[in-house]
């Protein structure tokens, strides 16, 4: 005769002392270092820092996001142990502790291209502008000196974004003047060629500037310089 089945025990029913040598084995699979390499080289595969859903759909990523969570408590947790620094959430004593450590390793101030170069594990420049209002605001709270010059060519950039946003291209010398008729707040068109020591193809420069800050904050820019 068949050994007939026990019915399914119920969560109320699972013996504490056995859940936790299950769960004890199945966290012994992983090493928290191998854990912390798995996110690591997920995040240089995808570019950025990723999200639960997004290391679960990472086709070389060994583990679920669960196992992670197993181990360190939370998502963030592991991701800040393993020197990323969660995408939606990091503290401003986060951010500057970021700067700080970036630029010992730089061996100077940080700029806006070498947050860039760090994508995965550095913070978008973008939240930086978002939570600081300018990234000259946030050197200066993780205490580096900012000189006058760079400050100015931020300011500059970010309202070159602006315009090019309203305008839907990037703004060229003559859209520059209209605005700069509508808004006397805004760098006069010749003080932004002298950001760049007046040099031939300083606009150009400028435009690619504006560019880069446009696709820190996820614009589409063509190649025809119309933005999305």
Known sequence: MARKREPFRAVADIDPQELAAFRAGIRRRYTDEQILEALRASAERLGRSPTMKEFAA???AEMHP???IEHFGTWNAAKRAAGLVPRRFATREELVGQLRSLGRD???TPAA???RDRRGTMPSASLYWHTFGSLSNALREAGFDVAVGAERLER???QGAELARSLGHLPKFGDWQAARRADPAMLTEWQVYRLFD????AWATFQYL???RLLDEGATVRDDGTVA
């Open 66 to 68: 669960q196992t992670v």
């Open 58 to 60: 990472d086709p070389e």
């Open 198 to 201: 007046a040099r031939r193809g």
């Open 210 to 212: 504006i560019r880069g």
């Open 113 to 115: 291209q070498d947050i």
């Open 106 to 108: 730089l061996g100077r």
């Open 156 to 158: 500059a950039v970010g």
